[in-house]
């Protein structure tokens, strides 16, 4: 098999990203204008969170199937495709409400197609970052990824607040579908590297199938310093949203929604620096050390938020936080994107996508019992531990149980940061596994094996 080259520059990454941040942007107007909608119909919060839970569980039981979907097929025709159908979707909701039959179920179904669709969007464009970038430029790609969630969170509630009520959720809506075709467009355009099939057994098709859904755990467990380095990410992941989904509590415990507001202006201010700072940097030489290093350094912060009840420190604990994500998280990536073979990587990728994100509904539901019943009532005057050391240093009232949930799980993180450190697999992965090859021959237009037994793909 002979080797293709390298990827010599950036300029396609660009162009596709180019397109993805339109569309992301374009998809933030409707879920704002989504909100506003929910909000004026009903004035509860259920509705809130159950669109929330359908947006993220597909993306968690769907992670497997991606993953086999984006080795098998050609990964350019799977983010089409997926782009496409949430198009679909976002037309679909666009009829729905110009017919006057648009309802709060409608939103959970709209919610929930348009998560199985990123589902399988989601691995296909994160494993041909590898085959559009070179090597060296991988924490700079990762870093803009995370930059154009922090362009979402940013740009899309100041557009469509202003747009919204001189041209209503419908218009938003169809302001979100001219953008899908940024999206399509700079795929169509530009042509994606695939690489070559993986080999596969003779099995039948669904013994195969089964086979590749377990191909990504044995892919990890074989590779304990890339396991080690999944399972600190989880953990890390559910310390920090098991704190963080308190800010909004805590903050109003002693502010006021108006401040609120500006912390979460200085969410995506943060995100948004610690985004350019990555792109432009690269990352540190050592993936690891840089990584383990940012990811203590959120500690802190999430540490420093609960310490006292004031926006200074909340503020500036949060800042510190969103500033340093974006940095660990792309010193993360390029570290599997450079020791993942490209022909796996759909199902590697999926199998950490889904490990990672199954810790943040576990946190967000143990968070409020958490705070409601157990941490709230020890710190409050006359509580179990108002009295001691802890009282006297976090002070006692309504949210100092939760802020003592931020400092237990910051002290937590950054113990857990300290033992990854001196996990010899997980700290020299680098240097004990090699670089995996920047990308095997194309195979043709790649279709389905005889003995693969599953159709493409229609919509994902």
């Known amino acids: 098999m002979t080797s293709r080259p390298a990827p010599q520059n950036m ?10 941040v339109i569309s992301l942007i374009g998809s933030g107007l ?8 929910i909000f004026q119909r009903t004035g ?17 039981v769907l992670a497997p199937v991606a993953g086999v979907v984006a080795d098998r097929w050609n990964r350019r025709l799977i983010m089409i495709l997926a782009d496409t159908g949430s198009a679909l979707v976002t037309l679909t ?26 589902a399988f969007q989601e691995p296909a464009y994160t494993a041909s970052i590898t085959q559009l970038v070179p090597a060296a430029h991988l924490g700079r790609a990762n870093g803009l990824v995370q930059l154009s969630q922090a362009l979402e969170m940013l740009a899309a509630p100041i557009i469509a607040g202003a747009l919204f ?15 899908f075709g940024a999206a399509v467009g700079a795929l169509l355009l530009i042509p994606v590297p695939q690489p070559a ?28 310093g890339l396991l080690g380095l999944l399972l600190f990410a989880a953990l ?69 938020v609960g310490v006292w009840p004031s926006p200074w420190t909340v503020g500036a604990g949060l800042a510190l936080m969103v500033f340093c994500a974006p940095v660990a998280s792309g010193c993360n990536q390029a570290i599997f994107q450079a020791k993942v073979a490209p022909e796996v990587q759909g199902r590697v990728f999926a199998v950490r996508s889904m490990i990672a994100r199954s810790m943040l509904p576990l946190a967000t539901l143990l968070a409020g019992p958490l705070a409601d019943q157990v941490f709230e009532p020890l710190l409050q005057p006359g509580g179990a531990w108002a009295a001691t050391g802890l009282g006297a240093l976090l002070g006692t009232g309504p949210g100092r149980g939760m802020g003592l949930m931020f400092v237990l799980a910051g002290v937590l993180l950054l113990a857990a940061t300290a033992l990854a450190a001196l996990n010899p697999r997980l700290r020299a992965v680098e240097t004990d596994l090699p670089d995996a090859a920047p990308a095997a021959a194309p195979a043709p237009e790649v279709r389905p094996a005889p003995a693969a037994g599953i159709a493409p793909a229609t919509s994902p």
């Open 197 to 224: 099939a993986a080999p596969r057994s003779e099995r039948n098709g669904a013994r195969q199938f089964a086979h590749d859904l377990a191909f990504g755990f044995r892919y990890l467990a074989a590779r304990p």
């Open 30 to 37: 409707t879920s704002f204008g989504l909100a506003v909608w």
């Open 93 to 118: 909701a666009l009829l729905l409400m110009l017919s006057g039959q648009f309802a709060i179920e409608h939103i959970y179904l709209i919610a929930l197609a348009g998560a199985v669709c990123g």
């Open 44 to 60: 509860a919060a259920t509705p809130f969170a159950l669109t929330a839970l359908f947006s993220t569980l597909p993306r968690i």
């Open 236 to 304: 890390a992941n559910f310390l920090l949203n098991g704190a963080t989904v308190l800010t909004g509590p805590l903050v109003l415990t002693f502010s006021t929604p108006a401040v609120l507001g500006l912390m979460q202006s200085v969410l995506g201010l943060g995100m948004l620096a610690g985004s350019v700072v990555i792109s432009a940097w690269g990352g540190p030489r050592r993936r690891v050390a840089g990584s383990l290093s940012f990811v203590a350094l959120m500690a802190v912060g999430l540490a420093l």
């Open 165 to 179: 009520p001189l041209i209503g959720l419908a218009g938003l809506i169809t302001i979100d579908l001219l953008t």
């Open 11 to 20: 300029r396609k990454f660009l162009a596709i990203w180019a397109g993805q």
